[in-house]
């Protein structure tokens, strides 16, 4: 097969030990993101097959209509809501996904993000290096309220970190998640707005839905206090377009850190969390560290294989194997 791996940003894919897998098939992998839907057709036309990096890259009905060669899409995660599932249905083109995941990288960088903020530390960083004096003073974590919207598995390994740094745990989401922070010994909001006003620290860490798209309002955000800080490394789409910086400009959250992105890649710095000197940006990198890389490729490449050995299996749209 002829192998396409867009959105391969950090040029590492074929360092992967995973990677051999496919020796005996042709691979083309591209590092910077396309410029357009031509150039992505352009990119793509001749592959059998692609392996998509999550969800750099979306692939609606207009792109998979110019690739006539495309067999078989093999999503690394679980995710496969950039891909029009049903145009590829249409069109003969299996669609295979992960079955894995990994709670702890994304975990890690939601709270490798509160502490950068909480402590100011690239701005003192960048002071450092220009030989100028420190400029901030820090808010403590311990004695704190951290809030969590969404208490599954990572808001789980984020919590118990937060517990540990001797903060106070508030969540709020549904019973599932009240039931597992009452066994935790975490308090539990009555309601958004107790959530909102009383958290020092709130990362948002629900799954992105039809359900939980722009559940977090203009009016959840003014209700912050201006000393509090917002994270995301869930979902951009959670939170209602344009209000979190709306909300930054003025005042309340005080502070942000944030992973995703409505649209993404961000390219050439062109986002107005960027210009904003009390938000931390981050590329979507969350998930973006070796075992995670090796876990997820890993089942794409192995998917890929049953496939071409004619045992497909982890398949999304079985109604192409009927036809």
Known sequence: MRIA???DYQNLVHTLRCYALLKNHEIIRYREPAADLADFARRLQSADAIVPVRERSRFPRELLE?????????????????IDVAACTE??????AGTQASPIAPAELTWA?????????????DRMKRGEWPCTLSHRLSGSTLGIFGLGTIGSLV????????MKVLVLGQEKSAQRARDAGY??????AELFERSDVLCLLMRMTAQTKGIVTRADLARMKPTALLVNTARAELIEEGALVEALRAGRPGFAAVDVYE??????????LLSLPNVLCTHHIAWAEHETFE?????????????????PRSIVNPEVLKR
């Open 5 to 7: 791996i867009p959105d």
């Open 66 to 82: 110019r690739l006539p060669n495309l067999k078989v899409i093999s999503q690394t995660g679980r995710s496969t809501h950039h």
């Open 91 to 96: 069109r003969g083109v299996l669609v295979t």
């Open 113 to 125: 993000l509160i502490l950068a903020s909480r402590r100011h530390i690239p701005q003192e960083i």
């Open 159 to 166: 919590a118990r970190i937060g517990a540990a740094f001797g």
């Open 187 to 192: 308090e539990v909001a009555a309601d958004k």
């Open 263 to 272: 649209r993404e890649p961000v390219i050439g710095g062109n986002h107005p």
């Open 295 to 311: 876990l997820y490729f890993g089942e794409a490449f192995e998917n890929l294989l049953a496939y071409a050995n004619g045992t």
